[in-house]
């Protein structure tokens, strides 16, 4: 469609790296089959989030996996920047010099 995009991701896997290897190998894949990627990027990445952790949890469950993983991404649409994650994994923008809040990270003591 002559939109340029870009995806970046990073995981921190727990207790092993089996969920952060799957993450890492099906979310972008998620993300890009989304039926709402061109139109809402936002919500395709949201969705393909909630998608990957379904189909590793019944991985998981099936292979006893017991391994978890935080994760961020980024995906850039053009002139805009869309930001998703779990956990207590970050994103810093640095904009001339300064860094630029983008998010407020997952912690135990947030509600």
Known sequence: DGVDRAYFAVFDGH???DAANYSATHLHVNVGLHEEIVTNPAEALKCSFQKTDEMFLFKAKREKLRSGTTGVSALIV???LH??????SQVMLVQQGRAVTLMEPH???RE
């Open 15 to 17: 207790g092993g790296v």
């Open 83 to 88: 930001i998703a994650w779990l956990g207590d």
């Open 78 to 80: 053009g002139n805009k």
């Open 107 to 109: 912690k135990p003591e």
